[in-house]
Every structure is written in structure tokens, then in C-alpha cells.
């Protein structure tokens, strides 16, 4: 790519760096101020650090940035962050400008782990932990299913993932039909459509970790989705070890995706949107792409979650107000540049 506003003789531009550490962080100033009741940013700064100083002058402002509104906006960052990263990564691994955090079956398997737990009355940490282990097992579930192919075709994993995806959204509806249509099914209808609103530094301990380190990986080996991207024959004469690395980059994005569903449910189109913006600022090198895709990821979450608490009397889904924006977004996308989104 040539040399722009982003990018100089190979490499981020001073102004693209501060950008990019600039959006998330503006963004969620901006965001926590807003709500039923805005709160200044002055107040805002004041009682972020009065956590570090233990002076509470406003304990009513406290309590709203510093218990409701900051884990929301943390969760907010990992998880944009997170999905963005996780869906870039499966778009390069198999070169597929469609392709999601969950192609390979591991939200359906998470939100049927969501569903027993709720049924069975567990409570917001066992939930989470229940939904993980559901979707790391579905993922483990769908390797099974493509098995060894010798030509190492990506398209057996893809259509395991179809099979996968199938057979937990299966169970997780014969499990909704056998809920309690008066209290567990609203409960299981709300949280499979995504929402922030049990935010809790708790949750955030749990899932967070997981999510981090997994983006620190595909950060770590970013490059070598470039050599993935390519043919198979180009891949294999780059001299990496191709299925190790293929291996790393799913289980990677396999941990960031059933995180973040196990900490908030569904949460569709950051994985698909975000990296198609990142691609028309700085191109199609994945040196460049990840970087930018997480910060724009982080800073679209912080703005999606004030947007569901704030535009209606009633806090909306995530999952409605991805869709809402990101459909027509990405319609425009197609039209503007057919050629470059791939």
C-alpha cells in the first residue's frame, strides 16, 4: 500500500498511532458521561481517581460512573477488541470476507451452555463459566468432525462448523421449548440477544483474561496471516510449520469468541463489519489491519452500549443495534469499494 495518512515507509504513522490509542479512549470519556443522568467529565475524572486516592466527594456520582457505567465500558473494550480480532483473523485464515467469530459453531455451543445454566437457576458467574466451557467444546466438537484431511483443505472445517452450528442451535431451541415460558425463557430470549447490563468486575475477571491472551497471540503472529491468505502451495514453500500456525490462530480466536458470547450473549457483525473498515483505511496487510481493527472495534462497542442505554425508555439489545447500523454500513461498504473488500 502507499504511503498515507496511516501508513509510512512500512510502518504507523506517529499521528495513526495517537489515533488509534486516541478513539477508544475518547470514546469512552465521552460514553460515560452519558446516560439517564449525564454526569460532567470533570465529575467523571474525579471519581476515577478517587478509586486510587479514597476521597468520594459525590458518593451518588461515584456509585454511577465507577459501579455501573465503568465495567460496562471495560467489558465494552474487550469484547469489541476481542470479536474484531477474532473475526479478522478467521477472514484472512479462510480467506472468506464473510466469515465470523462463530463459523466454527462456537456461540451456538455457548449459548446453549448459557441456556442449561439459566434453566437450571445458576447464578451470573456459573452462567458464564458454564456458557465458556459449552463453547470451547463445540469448537473441540467441530475439529472432530472435519478430522484429518491430508490435502489440508480449510473447507472440511468450514462445513464441520455448519454441522456444529446446526446441531447446538438444535439443542439449545429443544431447550427453550422445554423452559418456563414465564420466567426462564425471557431471561434466555434477553441474554442470547446480547446486552452489557450485568456488568460486573467479577464477570470481567473471568472472561477478560482469556480474550487478552488471545489477542496478544494473533497480535504476536499477525504476519503470518498474510502467508495464510495465500495459496496453498505459496503458503507451504513460505517454510512455516502451515497446520501448527493455522491451529494457533483458531484456538485463539476460538477462546476470544466464547469468552466475550459467555460474558454478554450474541453480539453479531463487529466480527464482520470492523475488519472491512480496517482493510479500506490501510489495506490488506494484517500488520496493519489487526492494530487498526481492535482500536475501531473497542471504540464502535463503547459506542453500541451508550447508544442500547440511552435512546429508549427501555435498555435495547446489542445484537439489534449491531444489525441496525452495521447492515446499512456495510451495504455502503459494497458499494464504495466491490473491489477492495476482500
Known amino acids: 500500500m502507499k504511503d498515507n495518512f496511516w501508513i509510512k515507509k512500512g510502518k504507523f504513522t506517529l499521528q495513526a498511532v495517537i489515533l488509534m490509542i486516541i478513539i477508544p479512549l475518547i470514546t469512552a470519556i465521552i460514553c460515560i458521561c452519558a446516560g439517564r443522568m449525564n454526569v460532567p467529565v470533570r465529575d467523571v475524572i474525579k471519581a476515577i481517581a478517587s478509586v486510587f486516592t479514597g476521597e468520594k466527594d459525590d458518593i451518588k456520582n461515584y456509585s454511577i460512573i465507577i459501579n455501573l457505567r465503568?465495567?460496562?465500558?471495560?467489558?465494552?473494550?474487550?469484547?469489541?477488541?476481542?470479536?474484531?480480532?477474532?473475526?479478522?483473523?478467521?477472514?484472512?485464515l479462510f480467506?472468506?470476507?464473510?466469515?465470523?467469530?462463530?463459523?466454527?459453531?462456537?456461540?451456538?455451543?455457548?449459548?446453549?451452555?448459557?441456556?442449561?445454566?439459566?434453566i437450571l437457576s445458576c447464578g451470573i458467574v456459573p452462567t458464564q463459566i458454564i456458557a465458556l466451557i459449552f463453547g470451547l467444546a463445540s469448537v473441540l466438537f467441530t475439529m472432530k468432525v472435519a478430522g484429518k484431511n491430508r490435502d489440508g483443505s480449510m473447507?472440511?472445517?468450514?462445513?464441520?462448523?455448519?454441522i456444529a452450528s446446526s446441531l447446538f442451535n438444535a439443542i439449545?431451541?429443544?431447550?427453550k421449548y422445554t423452559a418456563d415460558p414465564q420466567d426462564k425463557l425471557p431471561e434466555i430470549t434477553y441474554w442470547l440477544?446480547?446486552?452489557?447490563?450485568?456488568?460486573?468486575?467479577?464477570?470481567?475477571l473471568i472472561g477478560s483474561p482469556l480474550i487478552l491472551?488471545?489477542?496478544?497471540?494473533?497480535?504476536?503472529?499477525?504476519?503470518?496471516?498474510?502467508?495464510?491468505?495465500?495459496?496453498?502451495?505459496?503458503?507451504?514453500?513460505?517454510?512455516?510449520?502451515?497446520?501448527?500456525?493455522?491451529?494457533?490462530?483458531?484456538?485463539?480466536?476460538?477462546?476470544?469468541?466464547?469468552?466475550?458470547?459467555?460474558?454478554?450473549?450474541?453480539?453479531?457483525?463487529?466480527?464482520?463489519?470492523?475488519?472491512?473498515?480496517?482493510?479500506?483505511?490501510?489495506?490488506?496487510?494484517?500488520?496493519?489491519?489487526?492494530p487498526?481493527?481492535?482500536?475501531?472495534?473497542?471504540?464502535?462497542m463503547i459506542i453500541i452500549d451508550t447508544l442500547s442505554r440511552t435512546v429508549s425508555v427501555i435498555e435495547l439489545p446489542l445484537s439489534v443495534l449491531t444489525a441496525i447500523i452495521g447492515a446499512p454500513v456495510f451495504i455502503s461498504l459494497l458499494k464504495k469499494n466491490r473491489s477492495g473488500l476482500r
Open 95 to 118: 480467506s472468506n470476507p464473510l466469515a465470523t467469530p462463530d463459523i466454527l459453531g462456537v456461540t451456538s455451543g455457548t449459548c446453549v451452555g448459557a441456556i442449561l445454566a439459566i
Open 70 to 92: 465503568l465495567p460496562r465500558i471495560i467489558m465494552a473494550v474487550i469484547v469489541g477488541a476481542g470479536l474484531t480480532c477474532a473475526g479478522n483473523t478467521f477472514q484472512s
Open 292 to 300: 487498526l481493527s481492535i482500536s475501531l472495534g473497542a471504540g464502535f
Open 193 to 204: 440477544m446480547g446486552s452489557f447490563t450485568g456488568a460486573t468486575y467479577k464477570k470481567i
Open 155 to 162: 473447507v472440511y472445517l468450514v462445513l464441520a462448523g455448519v
Open 213 to 290: 491472551i488471545g489477542i496478544v497471540v494473533i497480535w504476536l503472529f499477525r504476519w503470518r496471516l498474510n502467508i495464510l491468505a495465500l495459496s496453498e502451495d505459496e503458503a507451504k514453500a513460505s517454510g512455516i510449520d502451515i497446520k501448527k500456525t493455522r491451529i494457533i490462530f483458531i484456538v485463539a480466536s476460538t477462546i476470544i469468541t466464547a469468552s466475550a458470547v459467555s460474558m454478554c450473549g450474541q453480539v453479531g457483525w463487529i466480527g464482520l463489519l470492523i475488519p472491512h473498515c480496517a482493510r479500506m483505511l490501510v489495506g490488506s496487510n494484517n500488520r496493519y489491519v489487526v
Open 172 to 175: 439449545g431451541s429443544l431447550l
